[in-house]
């Protein structure tokens, strides 16, 4: 062997040890979750869900992976879809799972809400799906765990444009956009302009005209979940922050309504 191709083998398996490396020991799940048994991988259905050998549908908790249409009409598939269930394919089918469980453990469509590690090694596999910028994290007020963990994994995949970070569709919209993408999940970053209790509720406008600027919306339920974390969302004002959710249209405006504090980052 050559000493050009002698470099460039031990420059290729270094690579390949410290990928194993992290592997082994970033991608664990990053907190302690309340274990769920294992399971063999029977097939993947998308780029978040699965199906155990004993018949149960596993839907990932904590992340939203690209769509696909699975029997919809008129729906259109998004970018990257099927890299995604490829990528999920890759990671698991056949292998033997852990599940953990750190919230609600079933869905309304009777699916089990988890977390996965692969068995052999432990890898975590909403984890290994962030890094490579296959899914975006998609945390519910009964469903929260590791979230902290999860979005320092998207936040690398975003600044390394890995997956869907280098496609326009999943582009983070400043809160002027936020009216042309109505009913669509998207990720806003801008700053908080005002910040007012009315009635019940709290409402954080990214604009000092509260009738036409994007407006976050939390209702009382919400209040409860920050206020246990110590979170007083009227300190937000004058904050940038990059939120997430399902944006609805109120008359002139823009709104996502907030259900927890972790659809919140501060920047």
Not at 150 to 168: F, K, S, V
């Amino acid at each position: 062997m050559g000493q050009r191709a002698r470099i460039i083998f031990i420059a290729v398996l270094l690579t390949a040890q410290a990928a194993l490396a992290f592997a082994d020991t970033t991608l664990r799940l990053p907190v302690a979750l309340e274990p769920g048994g294992s399971a063999t991988v029977a097939s993947v259905i998308d780029g978040d869900s699965l199906t155990l050998a004993d018949g149960r549908t596993v839907r990932l908790v904590g992340i939203q992976a690209p769509k696909l249409p699975k029997g919809r009409p008129n729906f259109q598939t998004w970018p990257l879809a099927e890299k995604a269930q490829t990528a999920l394919r890759e990671l698991v089918a056949g292998q033997r799972v852990t599940l953990a469980f750190g919230g609600a453990r079933q869905d309304r469509y009777g699916r089990v809400l988890a977390h996965l590690a692969r068995a052999d090694d432990g890898l975590w596999i909403e984890g290994a799906l962030l890094q490579q910028g296959l899914a975006r994290v998609y945390t519910f007020p009964d469903n929260r765990a590791a979230a902290p963990a999860m979005y320092a994994l998207e936040a690398e995949a975003r600044a390394a444009h890995r997956g869907i970070w280098a496609d326009p569709f999943y582009a983070i919209l400043a809160p002027e956009q936020a009216l042309e993408h109505i009913d669509g999940f998207e990720i806003v970053e801008g700053r908080i302009v005002e910040a007012a209790r009315v009635s019940s509720g709290v409402y954080l406008n990214f604009g000092a005209d509260w009738r036409t600027a994007f407006t976050l919306h939390l209702r009382s339920d919400a209040l409860k979940l920050f206020r246990a974390e110590g979170v007083d969302p009227l300190a937000l004002k004058g904050a940038r922050v990059r939120v997430r959710g399902y944006i609805r249209r109120d008359h002139e405006r823009a709104v996502i309504d907030i259900s927890h504090p972790e659809e919140i980052e501060r920047l």
